[in-house]
């Protein structure tokens, strides 16, 4: 059975990305109170797509491993 994500927790969670513009002009992103979640791409939206996606990847291993997920408070 497949496990749904629920959407106003990603929501939440991309309202608190943190993006930076590197030196070489590509993006970076990470979303803080959750580990490991970081993306890079050419573009700031693409970079913002990228996050989401490894964010719901997170999220989905975190479930499946029955980690606990941080509160992600509305900001």
């Given at each position: 059975m497949?496990?749904?994500?629920?959407?106003?927790?990603?929501?939440?969670?991309?309202?608190?990305?943190?993006?930076?513009?590197?030196?070489?002009?590509?993006?970076?992103?990470?979303?803080?109170?959750?580990?490991?979640?970081?993306?890079?791409?050419?573009?700031?939206?693409?970079?913002?797509?990228?996050?989401?996606?490894?964010?719901?990847?997170?999220?989905?291993?975190?479930?499946?491993?029955?980690?606990?997920?941080?509160?992600?408070?509305?900001?």
């Open positions: 497949a496990k749904k994500i629920d959407a106003a927790y990603l929501d939440r969670a991309m309202a608190q990305a943190v993006y930076n513009k590197l030196d070489d002009g590509t993006y970076g992103g990470r979303i803080p109170p959750c580990p490991g979640v970081v993306a890079f791409a050419t573009s700031l939206a693409e970079c913002a797509e990228d996050l989401r996606s490894t964010l719901e990847d997170w999220v989905l291993l975190g479930m499946k491993l029955a980690h606990a997920l941080p509160v992600i408070a509305e900001a």
